[in-house]
């Protein structure tokens, strides 16, 4: 066993193949990048890039929770209608409660301190909504028995008038500059090279630590081509994207959370039994099943994180736009879906990841990105992000018939 | 060939991969007549009748098949054509769309038009005709989902019969059946022979294979044994001439010694999920102890897997009885209840229900066990890895790594990666349901040692298996089940192959 890891051979095609096709998003999307920034000289500007990524931010939680949904072979169609109900919620509470409950509740208390705790209450508020309504799929679609696709579809219609009865079918707003700090702030650009450094700390202390584990287990270590390939790849890309933010104003709030979140996520899918047991459900229930593993349970907690997720992405929706409005979130489930299948995950379950997910969200964001930079009217890219999306799959299906024959 | 043979089978072969499933099979069925085949699981029945239907093409075997005067050469669209020639199948499994009603499907593509529509009225007109002419009871208009299993058995063979089928191959037809419906069955078979049409009948059972057919043929191990009148046989030369073959294959020694009850089922009766009217397992009592392997055998659709499958949880209603663990009542209501109250079920198929096939070797083994690796949250990775070498080693699985994917194994590896996720699990009862199907000598007589082996350290084994010679080299004692029902436990000693294979078809 591993007796051929440190062995120099030469790699034959078909190797080569399937080592390229785990990067094939990622040529895409350098691909993506490379003919935007020919186009126009601002795509790589600072400025434009920071927005990019703010702009993906969204979806990204989105995706972050709906890869173990589409890996335990289900959907969640209505993550768009549940972020704009959140949205909605968190202008409303901000604009027509908080407003007046916390001067009454803190009388004395300095303005600042109120702007805090309103931010804050709606922030536990809009989670715990979010939360719950994932709760309430999950034990639809797990103990009643009924198809995800029919009792999301229905939540993401009754969401959606849950969109329309809180905002009144207007715009609700503006909310508080805290809250919008969560959504449009940037870290102090010194702290954010603090926390770059931190991260790339914590890589290496990984690496020397999983080397030690391999050695007292008794496997060999890994080789030092992966080594620094692993350590050196992740810590430039985390100093490479600081120093670009630094260009601008800095690390974006709502980028650093959605880094946290999707560190957090891939951990408990690769590093706990939540994580194992979806993969094992979506690859067979059947065989799920017999092993013991509580599949109903189990569909429930994945439904719940996805709730999480959708509250998350309410929150930083509603701050980023200032306000709630009556579209608030519409199609967004569309694009979280399409971000999943471009970043490999697959429908049939089974089978994702939370990084390579990102990356396909990054590949629409780059997209609807650079086309607005080139005014390019809205329906091109309505039309460039569908042609994107089969051209993916295509390549996803032609790759899998390579492997079979 | 004579003008009243309809079918003329000479020296037909087929192998699979490490098997012969035919060889040198010879026979032929008169003109009009009812004509059973009987043999052992895997004797070669289904084979012989996929090849009669067209389901294995002309140049996937050899010999020669006179068909109606004619050589049958079955080559692209072979079902469709074997169809058109005037033979017909019906399978143990229903092939009827069940949101349509008789009619509809009796015509399923073939519905008779007028100016480019369906002609409804012509349709159902005709559906009744054929009703009527084999004196079936129902109604064309019925949806088929709302008649019973024994109805819709009725209504595959009416739409069978509707065209211009000569020769019917019914494959074990009333396996599915309760009593009343076989009766029903039983006539409709008479009425198409006094109609004309040449009957195949495949069964196991020997009181219909006394009721309705005219000649039997016997196969065992893929090749004919004989063909006579059925008048010509007894019960008892009918099993012999099925069993009748020398102990092959070896087993390993052992010496049991077998300590208290650990596992007590009282009075264990269960609804079919998919026939209502029937009770898949019927009153099952029976016990097993500390270190001994307890046979179940039984011919295909006895029962025995839905008996196994109840018991951990997973198949049909439980309607009564009891399940006992160490003399403590256990309500399994689930695979998870049965883990826990130290049962493990390695499933009669691997790949559907054993395995992740497309997940590691190492996550198949460790899946159920993950508890004993995860402190809080966290699963230790390295721990698990650990484990899981010491478990596929003990199994001897044959790997590159225990990283790769379980498809890529042979199936023998792959029956031993199930095994040793069974053993990881630490079962004081393990189940094996066929363990050895489909794998070859070699990794079988691994997985007999290490049975004795786990026996010898205090665990019990029930097996099913579709073998006999396996349950008799293994077993301690032979439960014998027939159409969900508990025949008889015999001890090793007392049993043979002809004395199980009596049992097993309900001769007693």
């Given at each position: ?5 440190n ?31 020919f ?17 993906m ?22 993550v768009?209608?549940?972020t ?56 639809i ?91 050196l ?46 993969y ?35 929150v930083?929706?509603?701050g980023?736009v ?69 051209v ?14 | ?54 389901v ?75 009703l009527q ?18 109805k ?8 069978a ?11 074990e ?29 495949i ?14 043929t ?73 270190g ?81 690796f ?31 994917k ?15 996720k ?15 199907r ?9 997985i ?61």
């Amino acid at each position: 066993m591993n007796s051929d890891t440190n062995k120099i051979s030469v790699p034959s095609f078909s190797q080569i193949r399937a080592r390229l096709k785990n990067y094939t998003m990622i040529f895409a999307l350098l691909l993506i990048w490379i003919v935007f920034g020919f186009l126009n000289q601002n795509f790589f500007s600072a400025r434009n890039l920071s927005n990019l990524f703010r702009q993906m931010s969204i979806i990204g939680f989105l995706a972050i929770g709906m890869v173990p949904i589409i890996v335990t072979g289900n959907i969640d169609l209505s993550v768009g209608s549940v972020t704009g109900f959140v949205s909605a919620l968190a202008a409303y509470f901000q604009v027509y409660v908080f407003a007046d409950m916390f001067p009454a509740l803190l009388p004395g208390a300095s303005p600042a301190t109120i702007l805090l705790f309103s931010a804050l209450s709606t922030i536990i508020l809009s989670l715990l909504v979010g939360y719950l309504i994932g709760c309430l799929h999950g034990y639809i679609v797990a103990y009643l028995g009924i198809p995800a696709f029919i009792v999301t579809l229905a939540g993401m219609i009754v969401f959606r008038g849950g969109v329309l009865g809180v905002t009144g079918g207007e715009n609700v707003g503006p909310v508080n500059d805290a809250f919008k700090f969560v959504a449009q702030g940037y870290i102090p650009i010194p702290i954010g090279y603090i926390l770059a450094i931190i991260a790339v700390a914590l890589i290496v202390y990984q690496q020397i630590r999983r080397q030690m584990n391999r050695q007292r287990f008794g496997l060999e270590r890994d080789s030092i081509q992966r080594i620094l390939f692993v350590s050196l790849g992740s810590s430039l890309l985390i100093l490479l994207y600081t120093w670009t933010m630094s260009q601008y104003r800095g690390i974006q709030n709502p980028v650093l959370i959605l880094f946290i979140v999707a560190t957090l996520m891939t951990y408990v899918s690769n590093n706990t039994r939540l994580g194992r047991y979806s993969y094992a459900i979506g690859g067979n229930r059947e065989a799920a099943q017999l092993s013991g593993i509580n599949t109903k349970k189990t569909i429930f907690y994945i439904f719940s994180l996805m709730g999480l997720m959708s509250g998350i992405a309410g929150v930083i929706l509603a701050g980023y736009v200032g306000s709630a409005t009556p579209l608030a979130g519409n199609q967004y489930e569309l694009d979280t879906i399409a971000a999943c299948v471009l970043g490999g995950t697959s429908l049939m379950g089974g089978e994702g990841t939370i990084l390579g997910t990102l990356v396909g969200a990054l590949i629409t964001a780059s997209l609807i990105n650079g086309m607005s930079l080139m005014n390019l009217d809205i329906f091109w890219q309505y039309m460039a992000k569908g042609i994107v999306l089969v051209v993916a799959v295509y390549i996803d299906v032609l790759s899998k018939r390579g492997a079979k024959s | 060939m004579q003008e009243n043979l309809i079918l003329d089978i000479q020296k037909i072969n087929k192998s699979f991969p490490g098997v012969r499933a035919l060889k040198d099979a010879t026979f032929s069925v008169q003109r009009g007549s009812v004509h059973g085949i009987c043999g052992e699981n895997g004797a070669g029945k289904s084979t012989l009748m996929k090849i009669l239907s067209g389901v294995y093409l002309k140049d996937e075997y050899t010999g020669v098949i006179q068909f109606d005067g004619k050589e049958l050469r079955l080559k692209e669209n072979a079902i469709h054509e074997a169809k058109e020639l005037g033979i017909d199948i019906v399978y143990q499994e229903l092939a009827l769309v069940p949101k349509m009603t008789v009619g509809e499907n009796i015509f399923l593509g073939k519905e008779p038009t007028h100016a480019g529509r369906i002609d409804w009225s012509s349709l159902y007109s005709r559906t009744q005709e054929i009703l009527q002419r084999y004196s079936l009871d129902i109604n064309p208009q019925a949806v088929i989902e709302t008649l019973s299993v024994g109805k819709q058995q009725l209504v595959e063979i009416a739409k069978a019969c509707a065209g211009k089928t000569k020769l019917l191959i019914l494959d074990e037809p009333t396996s599915a059946l309760s009593e009343k419906e076989i009766k029903i069955l039983m006539n409709t078979v008479k009425t198409l022979k006094s109609n004309g049409i040449t009957c195949i009948y495949i069964t196991h059972k020997l009181e219909e294979v006394f009721e309705i057919t005219d000649t039997v043929t016997i196969l065992r191990d893929g090749a004919v044994v004989t063909t006579k009148p059925t008048s010509e046989y007894t019960n008892e030369t009918l099993i012999s001439y099925m069993v009748g073959r020398e102990m092959t294959e070896r087993f390993p020694k052992r010496d049991p010694k077998l300590g208290d009850v650990v596992l007590r089922v009282e009075k264990f009766t269960v609804q079919d999920p998919h026939n209502p009217k029937k009770h898949s397992s019927h009153d099952a009592t029976f016990d097993v102890r500390k270190g001994e392997i307890f046979g179940i055998a039984g011919l295909m659709g006895s029962g025995r897997t839905e008996l196994i499958r109840a018991l951990y949880g997973e198949y049909g209603t439980k309607l009564s009885g009891n399940v006992f663990i160490n003399g403590k009542i256990k309500p399994i209501k689930s695979a998870q209840d049965a883990m826990k109250s130290g049962m493990f079920l390695v499933p009669e198929d691997r790949k559907t229900e054993g395995l992740i096939l497309q997940q590691s070797i190492l996550k198949n083994i460790t899946i159920p066990s993950l508890d004993i690796f995860s402190s809080f949250f966290r699963i230790d990775k390295y721990k698990e890895l650990k484990t899981a070498q010491t478990y596929a080693k003990k199994m001897a699985v044959k790997a590159p790594s225990l990283y790769v994917k379980a498809s890529t194994l042979s199936g023998g590896n792959q029956q031993k990666v199930v095994l040793a996720k069974a053993l990881l699990s630490d079962p004081q009862v393990l189940i094996l349901d066929d363990p050895t199907r489909g794998i070859d000598v070699g990794a079988k007589y691994e997985i007999y040692k290490q049975m004795v082996e786990l026996t010898n350290e205090g665990m019990s084994i029930i097996m099913i298996s579709s073998s006999l010679e396996e349950i008799l080299g293994m077993s301690d004692r032979i439960m014998v089940i027939s159409e969900g029902k508990v025949i008889t436990v015999l001890d090793s000693g007392e049993a043979n192959q002809e004395i199980i294979m009596h049992h097993a078809v309900g001769a007693s």
